[in-house]
T-cell receptor, first 109, second 112 residues
Framework: GIQVEQSPPDLILQEGANSTLRCNFS?????LQWFHQNPWGQLINLFY???GTKQNGRLSATTVATERYSLLYISSSQTTDSGVYFC???????????FGTGTRLKVLA | NAGVTQTPKFQVLKTGQSMTLQCAQD?????MYWYRQDPGMGLRLIYY???????DKGEVPNGYNVSRLNKREFSLRLESAAPSQTSVYFC???????????FGDGTRLSIL
């Protein structure tokens, strides 16, 4: 089956720093989503991005489907950005999403 | 503006007991999903319903059954709970398949 790998697995930043999270996937996909799971366990949809680039405030994402990767950029990080970031890809020909194991981010004040 | 509501939030069961997890969405979405999340891992799809009246298996369907009761509600049933089913269960919905998914707050289930 399709493999979804996220890097780095853990990341510690000082408030105000920028970071790039990566998601690699092993096969062609229909769609890709990025999620943030906050320290209370709630999952928030950040981006629905099968291809191209999107921006939402301090966050932006780029997916290059032909090269099988996606990047999530966080600029001017804040302590509220802490949590786990997941990418999820939809396998071709299905409606089923496969999640990566996540990047755990901690932003220090 | 509730979004996706899951009940209960916490539950402890004994091995062999049965239980139904409830999920309801008020966004008029067509598609609904059940996932489980084990410690330190991403989410794994148990079952999904692309539209009212249809259900299909995900990655890890064994030991579970689902019912799409109507457009709003999608329940997950454990017929005979096992310790390996201890997990956090999330329900999600999307306007259609291949649209952004919105998640409930989860049900933390422990099976002794």
């Amino acid at each position: 089956g399709i493999q979804v790998e996220q890097s780095p697995p853990d990341l510690i930043l000082q408030e105000g720093a920028n970071s790039t999270l990566r998601c690699n996937f092993s096969d062609s996909v229909n769609n890709l989503q990025w999620f943030h799971q906050n320290p209370w366990g709630q999952l928030i949809n950040l981006f629905y991005i099968p291809s191209g680039t999107k921006q939402n405030g301090r966050l932006s994402a780029t997916t290059v489907a032909t090269e099988r990767y996606s990047l999530l950029y966080i600029s001017s990080s804040q302590t509220t950005d802490s949590g786990v970031y997941f990418c999820a890809v939809e396998r071709m020909g299905t409606y089923k999403y496969i999640f990566g194991t996540g990047t755990r981010l901690k932003v220090l004040a | 503006n509730a979004g996706v509501t899951q009940t209960p939030k916490f539950q402890v069961l004994k091995t062999g007991q049965s239980m139904t997890l409830q999920c309801a969405q008020d966004m008029n979405h067509n598609s609904m999903y059940w996932y489980r999340q084990d410690p330190g891992m991403g989410l794994r799809l148990i079952y999904y319903s692309a539209s009212e009246g249809t259900t299909d298996k995900g990655e890890v369907p064994n030991g579970y059954n689902v019912s799409r009761l109507n457009k709003r509600e999608f329940s997950l049933r454990l017929e005979s709970a096992a310790p390996s089913q201890t997990s956090v269960y999330f329900c999600a919905s999307s306007e259609r398949s291949r649209e952004p998914q919105h998640f409930g707050d989860g049900t933390r289930l422990s099976i002794l």
